[in-house]
């Protein structure tokens, strides 16, 4: 029995000893690892003092910016436990890991979320203000309307009915290029919204280019073949484009066979000079003191003449040498020669340019007749093309009055006028500048119009609207 309990003591210290030996290498392992890791903590602690002192006494350059230091971020880099460290795996918290893993999730899930909030709530604000100009275009209120789409605009510039919906507020206020700069940025958005394409043929067309009106009005029946709508706008505005095509046509014949021909005026046919070329030098005369004359000097009188030079009212003369005997004779004017003078000078030829126009009507502008007579030898659809942007509204005027006192008499037809008056580009701008003496004429002249031609009401009152009457 001692024998079996002296073995079961020596096991037993044997076992202790073991266990003990075993801790002491694990307490040993631990103070190694903890000495290491002190070690390379205060590694890093100096390394980063040192880069802080480095900072402080390096300057910048001269004429330069001080570069900031990049700070470096340090990664978070969590250690693998290896398979062997049974320690380690016990200390480690499972729960607390997940946690974070469902943290940084949540987050990134929040972000999304909020973005997509902003979103929602930007293209709301814009459907509202979309609403609200839809209102204010059923109302009539113009202004309005265009302050709401663009905050439409604003907050969603990506859909293409805001802007075709201001388009069209720019069209009820003749605002053509805005017009236009909308449609097309909807049609950049949307290829395939018929309505930008209508509108922007409409405000091609106030803006008299016909011919990307025309490619407007292609794509809406390419798109939509049944539209009727569009098929008719494309009937019209070719047939326009026929009409202007021919007058263009025309007007540059014209103008080419008038270069051909050159015009001689009769007054000036067979006009020899009765001046002579040669002349004589003048030498001054010199004389003593003593013998010049002591009467006081007389003051002459110069009349300065304009430096336009009229070449059709120019007559050739002679300069004599007066005879005093036949001069009271001489100095009698007779009215009936100045009557003559009148009816030599005869209306200029058609013109051909604004400045053309200008000059001629100056010439003749005392004279109704004449002037009337100056009006009959041009064509009313030639107005646009002579004075283009170049219409005064004191022209405008005359014209007016001389066609009220000479064509009602007359029973001269005057509708061609008027319209070719009313096609000049500017004429909008014209009729605002109207005076009363101008409006009452019109209405004289529509009178004429109604009372003297056949023409259709719908027309003349058609025209009536272009001058505002």
Known sequence: MLNVECNKLQMDASILIQKQIRDNSDDLHSYIRDLTAWETEMKRKDKQLSNITSEKNVLPPIRRKKKEPETVKEKKTTKRIPGHDYASWEKFDVEKVCEELDNQNSEESTEETNFKDEKNLKKEEAQYEKLLGNRYVQDGKWDEAIAAYSRAIAADPNDAIFYANRALCYLKKNMWKDAESDCTRSIYIDKTYVKSYHRRAEARKQLEKFEEAKQDLLIINQLEPKNVLAQNELKKLETKLHLVTAVNNSISEN????????????????????????????????????????????????????????????????????????????NKINPSDLTKCDEEVQVPPPPKTSVQFETSWKRIQNNRAQCFTFLKQIQGKYFPIIFKDSLESTTLSNILSVLTTECIPSKHCVYEYLEGLSQVPRFKALTMFLTLTDKSNLNKLFEHCQNSENLIVGDIQKLKKMYEL
Not at 265 to 272: A, D, G, K, T
Not at 275 to 297: C, F, R
């Open 255 to 330: 103008i080419a066979k008038s270069k051909e021909e050159e015009v001689e005026h009769p007054l000036l046919r067979n006009v020899e000079p009765t001046w002579s070329l040669e002349g004589s030098v003048v030498e001054p005369i010199k004389k003593p003191p003593h013998l010049k004359s002591k009467k006081p000097l007389k003051r002459i009188v110069i009349d300065e003449l304009s430096s336009e030079t009229d070449s059709y009212n120019t007559l050739s003369y002679q300069i004599q040498s007066p005879d005093k005997s036949n001069l009271k004779s001489k």
